[in-house]
């Protein structure tokens, strides 16, 4: 929780503006998000990409070296791209230093026949063509989850729907949290209630979104919000380093994610792509330890929720029986 008596944080380049006479208004505090996770902090941190064994143990070892603390790890190429052996070793390292591990259901979108993705106007997005691609995300989830892992990414609102579902049945683990991606990322606030309501524990926004969305959105909903710090070129490489702290006192609850612009993409991911996966694996971690640097030296660095925190607290849903 806050500590009333520490001293407030400050912007950048606060003193030397105010002592030119060009300080900046004081922030208002009815932007403010009143909302925290259920431990009482209000940020956490995910390293995005990460697609294997190999580089999680890159993440591993540069997040010991740079001490850089991680919540979540999240994966982009599939459930469907890991042997079992690569998700149970996958499992077993981030329980070792409990950090949740979050992998993506497919089939969706352009991994499959479906040419309208391709199209100028991107067609019907990254979603789950047909029956076969739900049933495919379906197999992934059950699979994943058999072998221990918490977190399931998501792209489709009939496929968040189905196994918000799923864990209401018992099928898939009740206390697996189900993740927004970033492919599908609501822009304003009724959207983004609606996805909470269908069952989301946290939800990926565009980084474009501008300070008063943010504030827009959490007089509507309590729903975690996972953000790219710095976002990869096919999400608009967006670089929000500097406005980290105010990013958390109007979106809070929120994941604080260390992605990276000017790097390849690599979905889905294979050894021939190897060297890139590796070395931007590694860049993603030294990123978080700038964004966490900035924050420190504003002193806009507390609150945030202890190692190992995963769940998302009470939230809206849609009545699962009607």
């Known amino acids: 929780m806050t500590d009333a008596s520490a001293k407030a ?29 259920p431990d009482g902090g209000r940020w956490r941190t995910e390293v995005p990409s990460c697609e294997g064994p190999e580089a999680l143990a890159v993440v591993l070892k ?21 042997t079992d052996a690569e998700i149970t070793e996958m ?11 979050c992998l993506f259901t497919g ?22 063509r047909g029956h076969d691609a739900v049933a495919g995300c379906v197999e992934d989830a ?13 792209a489709d609102e009939g496929v968040l729907w189905t196994l918000h579902r799923a864990r209401a049945a018992g099928i898939i683990p ?38 008063d969305h943010l504030t827009e959105i959490r007089r509507v909903s309590a729903a975690p919000m996972d953000m790219y710090i710095e976002a990869p070129d ?4 967006y670089v929000r380093m500097y406005e980290v702290a105010e990013l958390i006192r109007r979106g809070a609850p929120l994941y604080l994610k260390f992605g990276l612009s000017k790097a ?35 002193g806009a660095d507390r609150d945030m929720d202890p190692i190992g925190s995963r769940l998302p607290g009470k939230l809206r849903r849609f009545d699962i029986s009607s």
């Open 107 to 128: 089939p969706r979108g352009t991994w499959d026949i479906g040419g309208s993705t391709r199209s100028d106007s991107r067609g019907a997005g990254l979603r789950a």
């Open 234 to 237: 096919d999400l608009g490489g």
């Open 142 to 154: 059950v699979r994943a989850t058999e072998l221990g892992v918490t977190c399931l990414l998501v």
């Open 9 to 37: 944080a400050r912007r950048p380049g606060e003193q030397a503006l105010t002592a030119l006479g060009l300080g900046a208004p004081a922030p208002d505090p009815a932007d403010a998000s009143p909302h925290s996770f």
């Open 264 to 298: 390849p993409g690599i979905y889905p991911y294979g050894h021939h792509m190897r060297d890139v996966t590796l070395t931007s694996a590694k860049e993603r971690v030294r990123r978080g330890r700038l964004a966490l640097d900035l924050l420190a030296r504003h």
């Open 62 to 82: 540069e997040a010991s070296r740079l001490d850089v603390p991680i919540h979540r790890i999240s994966q982009g190429s599939g459930v469907w791209m890991l």
């Open 91 to 101: 499992v077993e390292a981030t329980a070792e230093r409990d950090i949740e591990l």
């Open 174 to 211: 009740q206390d697996t949290t189900l993740k927004l991606s970033a492919l599908v990322g609501p822009v304003n606030p009724a959207s983004y209630a609606v996805y909470e309501q269908l069952g989301a524990d946290s939800v990926n926004v565009p980084s474009d979104l501008t300070l």
